[in-house]
């Protein structure tokens, strides 16, 4: 059988096949990027399906409209003014996740060979979705205040076959790390000035725990050059597979019909759900109590890094979303030492940052997640991890100091 070349790129994600080694019970597994699950508001939206399907059953288990049933579109884009961006029920677009709005937009722009240009470290979800369309990457330097804006114009001066920028500037995965305000700005003028699509990728953008309201891309798009992603998977439950792009009418309709050849609609049960659950319940309370929680165990993982961690080892204070980053002495590798080190000694496990990187992959980083585990279980992994890295590290750091 002879499969289509585009099939070649499709890659596992390195990230599930690493998450295996945390499905052991006695392991602790600071790998996934799962929100909480006790933080599912799973009482209310068991309320929501039974009204559902008690009163409204031949609407909800119906095929509907592919654009997304109108009162959830206009709830979402009046959250969308609510932030601060202005937008319409006409300028959204319910999507299977933000993750569909990855594959669409890249279907929308990409021939093969096109380059994407991606933070330097992206999301691996992103990559996945973007190879099928078999582009090149050229990555951008990040630092605390995201994207290095005089990297990105010289990559843009010497790359004329980019087409789209991918960015996360809200807690970016895998990093954490928030794009400043001056830079949304040159980001916004770098993509006029190239003629080159923004895909601004924000599920995380409702948790922040810290720090000042900064203003979306789209917010600032002056030529309809910005697609915005949003996700009801950190704010309600992943499982419900809802989320939603914002862009100007023509890049929209563009999405909407290559999201009809796609999957024909999202789930009309669960999109009737999500809006009921919007209209009854009020969502900012909810989403209170998850930041609240979220903030509490990132603080728990920030002490323990502070308190058990060697020095030598760097994370990143991000304001909110679900990650820190960290970055270990040049040389360390993350992979090996937690196969060979933290899952056998310690009992834990991370996301090695390698996988992250798009283009030239580093060996010293890791992606910790702190939304997922009860805070006990934070503080007593963090420990385990930090003691046994005190060990370790200031013999490994000697040693590479003798080869160099
Ligand atoms: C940056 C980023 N984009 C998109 C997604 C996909 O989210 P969704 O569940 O809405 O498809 C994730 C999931 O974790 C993510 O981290």
């Known amino acids: ?14 990230i599930r096949d690493l998450l295996r080694y945390g499905t052991d019970p006695s392991v602790i597994s600071f ?8 933080l599912f508001p799973s009482d209310k939206l068991r309320a929501v399906y039974e009204t559902l399907l008690c009163k409204h059953a031949h609407r909800a288990l119906q095929y509907t ?9 206009a709830q979402i884009a009046q959250r969308m003014r609510d932030d601060g961006t202005s937008c319409t029920a006409d300028d959204v677009l319910v999507l299977h996740g933000a993750q569909q709005g990855l594959d669409l937009v890249a279907k929308m722009m990409l021939e093969p060979d096109d380059t994407v240009v991606v933070e330097d470290p992206t999301f691996l979800g992103a990559t996945i ?12 330097r990040m630092d605390g ?18 087409k789209l920028i991918y960015t996360m500037p809200d807690f970016q995965n895998p990093t954490g790390v928030t794009m400043s305000l001056a830079r949304r700005h040159r980001l916004i003028e770098l993509a006029n000035q190239f003629d080159v699509l923004i895909l601004e990728d924000s599920p995380y953008r409702s948790l922040r725990f810290e720090g000042s309201h900064l203003p979306t891309l789209k917010s600032l ?18 499982g419900l597979r809802l989320g939603w792009a914002v862009a100007s009418g023509d890049v929209l309709g563009k999405l909407a019909r290559l999201k009809l050849a796609a999957d024909t609609q999202c789930s009309t049960v669960n999109m009737m ?9 009020p969502i900012e309370e909810h989403i209170a109590t998850v930041c609240a929680a979220y903030s509490r165990k990132r603080g728990l993982m920030f002490q323990a890094l502070d308190s058990t961690f060697p020095s030598s080892v760097h994370y990143t204070r991000a304001e909110g979303g679900l990650f820190t980053w960290l970055t270990f002495p040049d040389g360390f590798d993350a992979t090996r030492f937690m196969l060979d080190e933290a899952l056998p000694k310690a009992k834990v496990a991370y996301v090695p940052g390698e996988p992250f990187f798009a283009t030239t992959p580093h060996i010293n980083h890791a992606r910790f997640n702190f939304s997922a585990l009860p805070e006990v279980t934070i503080t007593s992994g963090m420990t385990r991890l ?8 200031p013999h490994v750091t000697t040693s590479i100091e003798q080869i160099a």
């Open 65 to 73: 409209v592919s654009d997304g049933i109108p009162e959830l579109r």
């Open 145 to 162: 205040e995201g994207m290095d804006m005089e990297h990105l114009e010289a990559v843009l001066r010497v790359n004329p076959s980019v």
């Open 31 to 38: 790998g996934g990027g799962y929100p909480d699950p006790q």
């Open 273 to 281: 759900a999500a809006s009921l659950f919007l209209d009854t319940y």
């Open 221 to 238: 798009d002056t030529e309809g050059r910005v697609v915005f992603l949003g996700s009801f998977s950190k704010i309600m439950a992943p």
């Open 386 to 393: 930090g003691e046994l890295l005190s060990a370790y590290l």
């Open 129 to 140: 979705a973007f190879n099928v369309f078999e582009p090149r990457y050229a990555t951008v």
């Open 1 to 14: 059988m002879q499969f289509a070349n585009r099939v070649k790129k499709v890659q596992s994600s390195a």
